[in-house]
Structure formats: structure tokens, C-alpha cells
């Protein structure tokens, strides 16, 4: 088993990672500078992606950018795992719905959905989506 660790994004760029709405992990709440986002699979070649393979995103809030940044790979993957929101969290990121909607057009629908965060009154803020082929 061989887990690759890649970033990608829709344009290639070496921006800086988004900061997101909590501080992060030292504290800070500034831009950290990334590794880079290849596009259209810059790190990861096909013939390394063995069946079957799941595409997990850590990407908070740029789970759609991410995702285009890899769609010439995406048909290699079995499955897809990544966090969604129903709420704007990131400006500008893209809803579960927009996300639901590009990867069922891609073949690969909703499976489950797990660790769902919500409000004090109820109203689901985030999950972890599971879609497979």
C-alpha cells in the first residue's frame, strides 16, 4: 500500500494556504505559504494510483478547486473523502451542494456522510462526504 501525499489545485501556483476561519495550530491566524499546487496531476502520475484508490482532500474550503486541479486524474479514484459545508465558512468556497453536484457528473455519487457539525439550533454546518462509482 503506498499513500502519496500530493497537493493540487485548478491553476498551478505556489500561494499561500488559506487561513481559514479558526486559528491555526500556532495560534496564528496569517497565510502560511504552501509547497506549491501542481495542476492537472503535476506530482502524482496515473500509473501510480493501483485500483482501488481513494482521493482524500484536506483542504479546508477549497474542496471544488482541489478538485479540478486533479480532474484529469479523478478517473483513477474509486472513492472520494473529503469535509463539505452547507454554510460559508471560507469566502467564496464552494457549498456541498455545488461539490455533489460536480463529482456526480463526474461518476461518482454520495455514499455516506459522516462526523456532521451542527449549530446550537440544529441547522447542519459541516460533514465528511464519502462518494465512490
Not at 54 to 81: H, N, S
Not at 99 to 115: A, D, F, T
Amino acid at each position: 500500500m503506498a499513500l502519496p501525499i500530493a497537493s493540487c489545485g485548478a491553476i498551478p501556483d505556489s500561494a499561500a494556504l488559506h487561513p481559514g476561519c479558526r486559528p491555526c495550530p500556532d495560534g496564528s491566524s496569517t497565510p502560511r505559504r504552501g509547497r506549491g499546487s501542481p495542476s492537472g496531476g503535476g506530482v502524482i502520475k496515473p500509473e501510480q494510483i493501483i485500483a482501488p484508490a481513494l482521493l482524500k482532500l484536506e483542504v479546508q474550503g477549497y474542496e471544488l478547486q482541489a478538485l479540478r486541479g486533479c480532474e484529469a486524474l479523478l478517473d483513477r479514484f474509486q472513492y472520494v473523502y473529503c469535509e463539505c459545508s452547507f454554510v460559508e465558512l471560507y469566502a467564496g468556497q464552494a457549498l456541498a451542494d455545488a461539490v455533489i453536484s460536480w463529482l456526480r457528473e463526474r461518476g461518482l455519487r454520495l455514499i455516506s456522510v459522516y462526523n456532521m457539525a451542527n449549530e446550537e439550533d440544529g441547522r447542519a454546518v459541516q460533514a465528511d462526504f464519502l462518494f465512490g462509482r
